[in-house]
């Protein structure tokens, strides 16, 4: 069984800073089935990134995935006030899906 | 577009069985690009996997929950559907339905909130 782990648990930051969030495996895996959600309070999960790299539709070009075997982020180059939220990663680990336990963006 | 709405009862109580069902409002139940799930979230804590079903009906289900969950689909009325019996308080949570595609959950429902007490 595959585990996710996100770091940091909380981070604060300012509009305008650039922000890279941190998910690893337990063990080495498959770059194409490693997603990204977002989650504003009291909202459903927003699909962000998926196959680790790609955008989903209408996700603005400052969010961007990367990473591979067991490392894994994912960077916004420049913070909007929306974006502040809670972040998930997310893996296949065929057939099933785990999350991370997610990291959440706060205003400074 | 496509909408999924979960819908249910908001309150159950320990012991009994846990009666879910998302609609989804356009055709791709009828697609085999697509498969569904069931994803929960206790109260200010993280998300959790519950099940998925896919286009031929084979399901799979998260360890921790397989012995009390049943997800199914009826394609002719377009909805999704999640039991889970012997529910206890550490059930109460938002459940929300998923659209999956690839290896994600590219639609996500609203959501509907489950409590579970006596």
């Known amino acids: 069984e595959i585990v996710l782990t996100q770091s940091p648990g909380t981070l604060s930051l300012s509009p305008g800073e650039r922000v890279t969030l941190s998910c690893r495996a337990s063990?080495?895996?498959?770059?194409?089935?490693v997603a990204w959600y977002q989650q504003k309070s009291g909202q459903a999960p927003r699909l962000l990134i998926f196959?680790?790299?790609s955008r989903a539709t209408g996700i603005p070009d400052r969010f961007s995935g990367g990473g591979s075997g067991t490392d894994f982020t994912l960077t916004i180059s420049r913070l909007e006030p929306e974006d502040f939220a809670v972040y998930y990663c997310?893996?296949?680990?065929?057939?099933?899906?785990?999350f991370g336990q997610g990291t959440k963006l706060e205003t400074k | 577009q496509l909408q999924l709405q979960e819908s249910g009862p908001g309150l159950v109580k320990p012991s009994e069985t846990l009666s879910l069902t998302c609609t989804v409002s356009?055709?791709?139940?009828?697609?085999?690009?697509?498969?569904w799930a069931w994803i929960r979230q206790p109260p200010g804590k993280g998300l959790e996997w519950i099940g998925s079903?896919?286009?031929?009906?084979?399901?799979y289900y998260t360890p921790s929950l397989r012995s009390r969950v049943l997800i199914s689909k009826d394609r002719s009325k377009s909805q999704v559907s999640l039991q889970m019996n012997s529910v206890t308080t550490a059930d109460t949570a938002m459940y929300y339905c998923?659209?999956?595609?690839?290896?994600?959950?590219?639609?996500w429902g609203q959501g509907t909130p489950v409590t579970v007490s006596s």
């Open positions: 998923a659209r999956l595609r690839g290896y994600w959950a590219e639609d």
């Open positions: 356009d055709a791709s139940m009828s697609s085999s690009s697509y498969y």
């Open positions: 079903i896919y286009f031929s009906g084979n399901t």
């Open positions: 063990q080495s895996v498959r770059s194409d089935y």
């Open positions: 196959g680790a790299s």
């Open positions: 997310q893996y296949h680990d065929n057939p099933l899906y785990t």
